[in-house]
């Protein structure tokens, strides 16, 4: 896609699921990728190796560079040094994606402080901060900068038992509409996707589980749940040039899923 060969990229959340395709997908574009990682390094290296054997034939070959980084997402100091790590190792910082993210079900009336402001630290308190380091870094560089929050189609359908990851989705749609507006005129565009049902380790309970799924599926209307790669698509369309007039939009990935199902067929009166 235009406009990608040799930009550098965070991904958040990155040695797993949707942002293990997107650092993939985004090697595979041409760019430097830096895959933060919370606990698993395995993991990390088992993304950057795919990444690189995709983008180059083998591991760090065809000049694209790829840096790996822990760091925890609710924590500020983290976030400081993965944001500085990539700038001092590949010299600047073009392109967030703010994809780390948790779920904790648990009806709405017993869900405790600590686990609410867990989600929403991760979810949303965390992309915000990331995305403030970005911005301080194009602006004080005078450079363009591309930011990809990774919501869900829960930004807009209420998900009864998952309240903090609602509200932190829901959150995420005026975070990326606000800084949007806020930064357009500085050269900073920023969106996001939405995923529907996807196939990733978050999902493992109906991944892997024949009638659950079939169950999911019933709800979509494209009788399918969505790949990784499929979700990695759109982040690089709205990462490259292809997209350089977007800025503020949530591109909804969901076969269909936020079309009111229940409407497939007519109502009696
Ligand atoms: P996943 O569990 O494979 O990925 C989540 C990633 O976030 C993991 O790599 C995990 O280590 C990382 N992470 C969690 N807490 C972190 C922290 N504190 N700091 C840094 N990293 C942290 O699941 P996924 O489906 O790939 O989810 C990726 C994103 O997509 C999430 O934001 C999720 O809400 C969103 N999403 C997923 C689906 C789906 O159906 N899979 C649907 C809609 C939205």
New binding site residues.
């Given amino acids: 896609m235009k406009g990608l060969a040799g930009k550098n990229a965070l991904i ?10 997107i650092a993939i997908r985004l090697a595979q574009e041409g760019c430097n990728i830096a895959i ?5 390094v395995e ?1 990390a290296r088992d993304t950057q190796e795919q990444a690189m054997q995709k983008a180059c034939g083998q591991v760090e070959d065809c000049g694209r560079r790829s840096l790996l980084i822990q ?5 500020e100091e ?1 976030i400081l040094n993965m944001v500085n790590q990539t700038i001092e190792q590949f010299g600047n910082l073009d392109i967030l994606v ?6 904790k079900e648990c009806p709405a009336h017993e869900v405790t402080a600590k686990d609410f402001d867990q989600v929403l ?3 949303l308190r ?1 992309a915000f901060l990331c995305a403030r380091e970005m911005i301080k870094h194009c602006l004080n560089q005078n450079r363009p900068g591309v930011i990809i929050n ?5 930004e807009v359908i209420p998900r009864p038992f998952y309240v903090s ?1 609602s509200v ?2 829901g959150g995420m749609e005026n975070l990326t509409k606000t800084l949007a507006l806020e930064y357009a005129a500085r050269g900073i565009r920023v969106n996001g996707i ?10 493992r309970d109906w991944v892997e589980d024949p009638e659950k799924s079939a169950v999911v599926k019933s709800h979509i209307p494209m009788a399918r ?2 790949t ?1 790669e499929e ?1 990695a698509a759109s982040v690089a369309f709205l990462a490259s040039d292809d997209a350089s007039y977007i800025t503020g939009q949530t591109l909804f990935i969901d076969g269909g899923l936020t079309l009111y199902a229940d409407f497939r067929e007519a109502w009696s009166a």
């Fill in positions: 958040t959340g990155a040695s797993s699921g949707i942002g293990q395709a933060n990682y919370r606990k698993s993991e760091g925890d997402v609710s924590r983290d703010n994809n780390a993210g948790i779920q630290s991760v979810n965390g990774i919501s869900s189609v829960h990851y932190s989705k939405a995923p529907g049902a996807t196939i990733t380790p978050i999902n749940a969505g990784a979700m």
